[in-house]
C-alpha cells in the first residue's frame, strides 16, 4: 500500500485551539490533536504533533515567527511532506509573510487558523484543518512558498489579509485573489505567483524595533522627534491614498534628521495597490517630496508585512542600500 502522507502539525493556540471557560470567555485550552482525533478523514494522513505553545494571536512575538521557522525545516528534514501551522487569526498575515521570506523549501508550508471557537456552533476550525493538511500533502502546492488556507480557499502569503472582525470569510487578497481552494477532498491551483523573495534568518535574536506609524487627518508627527531616543531602529510610514503625508510630517528638517539615521519606509493605508513614485510632486509630503528625500518605496506592501521585512533586515544588519535593494525586489506586484 502506498505510504501515507507525512504532515507537521505546529500549534500555537488562537481561536482554533479556544474553547469558552464559563465566566472567563474563550481562551487556548485545546490541543490540535484532539481537534484531529475528532475528524474521521484524517485517519488517511499521518500527522507529526510538534510542541506547541497556546498562546493568543496578539502575544506572538518575532521570536514565535523564527522559532517557527525553526520547527518547519526540521520537520521538513525529519521527511515529513508537508507541515501545517495553526495560530490566532490576528497575527497570521505578519506570520505567514515573515515565514514566507524566511522558507526557500519546495514542500508545502500552511498557516491555518479559525474565526470561531470550539465552543461555537459552526465551528470553523476543523473544516480549515483538514484542509490545510490536504493542501500541504498535495504535490500540486509544491513550490509556493507559503500559504494560508482558511475557509476552502487557499492564499499566497504575500497577499493576504484579515479583512473582518468576525466572518468566517475574513482572510482577503485583494490584488491576486486565492491561488486557488478544495473541492471535496481535491487541491486546485488556478494562479502560481511568479517569483518567491528571501531573506536570511537572523543569526541574532536580538530585538529590532520598528515603529509603524499610520497617517490620519491633521497628523501633526510630533512623534517622529522621539522615535530615535525611544530606541527605534526603523520606521514605517502608512502614508494617505498613493503614499502622501501631513506636512507636518514632511517638514524637512524633522524627516531629514530622522532619514539619516534610520531607514524610514513607506507605504499605502490603503491596503491595495502599490504606492506612487511620480504622479504627485507639487506639495510637501507628496510621493515625489519624500522619495526626493530619502524615503524608501515600498511599492505594493502594506504596514504590517513592510514591518516585517525591515525588522528581518535590521537583524541581519542590512545596510541602507541593502534595505532599499530589497524593498525595490519585493514591493511590486510581478517581476
Known amino acids: 500500500m502506498p505510504r501515507q502522507p507525512r504532515i507537521a502539525v505546529i500549534s500555537y493556540g488562537g481561536t482554533i485551539a479556544s474553547a469558552v471557560k464559563p465566566g472567563v470567555g474563550a481562551a487556548p485550552s485545546v490541543s490540535m490533536s484532539e481537534i484531529a482525533a475528532q475528524?474521521?478523514?484524517?485517519?488517511?494522513?499521518?500527522?507529526?504533533?510538534?510542541?506547541?505553545?497556546?498562546?493568543?494571536s496578539p502575544h506572538m512575538t518575532v521570536d514565535d515567527l523564527l522559532d517557527i521557522n525553526d520547527a518547519v525545516d526540521t520537520a521538513i528534514a525529519q521527511g515529513c511532506d508537508g507541515v501545517v501551522i495553526t495560530q490566532g487569526t490576528d497575527t497570521v498575515e505578519e506570520i505567514a509573510f515573515g515565514l514566507d521570506l524566511l522558507y526557500r523549501g519546495p514542500a508545502p508550508v500552511v498557516i491555518t487558523a479559525a474565526m470561531r471557537n470550539a465552543s461555537m456552533a459552526g465551528a470553523d476550525g476543523p473544516a480549515n484543518l483538514l484542509a490545510s493538511v490536504r493542501v500541504a500533502a498535495s504535490p500540486t502546492a509544491r513550490d509556493l512558498g507559503v500559504l494560508v488556507v482558511v475557509?476552502?480557499?487557499?492564499?499566497?502569503?504575500?497577499?493576504?489579509?484579515?479583512?473582518?472582525?468576525?466572518?468566517?470569510?475574513?482572510?482577503?487578497?485583494?490584488?491576486?485573489?486565492?491561488?486557488?481552494w478544495v473541492a471535496e477532498a481535491d487541491v486546485r491551483i488556478l494562479v502560481r505567483p511568479s517569483r518567491r523573495f528571501h531573506v536570511n534568518p537572523p543569526k541574532s535574536r536580538e530585538p529590532v524595533a520598528v515603529c509603524l506609524m499610520k497617517m490620519a487627518l491633521g497628523e501633526d508627527g510630533r512623534l517622529l522627534s522621539h522615535l530615535r531616543a525611544a530606541g527605534f531602529a526603523g520606521l514605517i510610514i502608512e502614508g494617505f491614498g498613493g503614499g502622501h503625508v501631513t506636512p507636518q510630517v514632511a517638514e524637512p528638517e524633522r524627516l531629514a534628521a530622522l532619514v539619516s539615521a534610520i531607514p524610514v519606509v513607506l507605504t499605502s493605508r490603503a491596503g491595495n495597490g502599490e504606492i506612487l513614485r511620480s504622479t504627485y510632486g507639487g506639495f510637501a509630503g507628496s510621493e515625489m517630496d519624500l522619495l526626493g528625500n530619502g524615503v524608501i518605496f515600498a511599492g505594493a506592501l502594506d504596514g504590517p508585512k513592510a514591518r516585517i521585512l525591515l525588522i528581518l533586515l535590521r537583524m541581519n544588519g542590512a545596510s541602507r542600500g541593502d534595505i532599499a535593494k530589497a524593498f525595490a525586489e519585493i514591493g511590486p506586484l510581478s517581476g
Open 39 to 56: 475528524i474521521p478523514e484524517l485517519g488517511g494522513f499521518e500527522l507529526v504533533h510538534q510542541p506547541s505553545r497556546l498562546v493568543a
Open 151 to 180: 475557509n476552502d480557499e487557499i492564499h499566497a502569503a504575500r497577499f493576504v489579509r484579515k479583512s473582518h472582525t468576525a466572518n468566517t470569510a475574513a482572510f482577503r487578497s485583494a490584488a491576486s485573489g486565492p491561488l486557488g
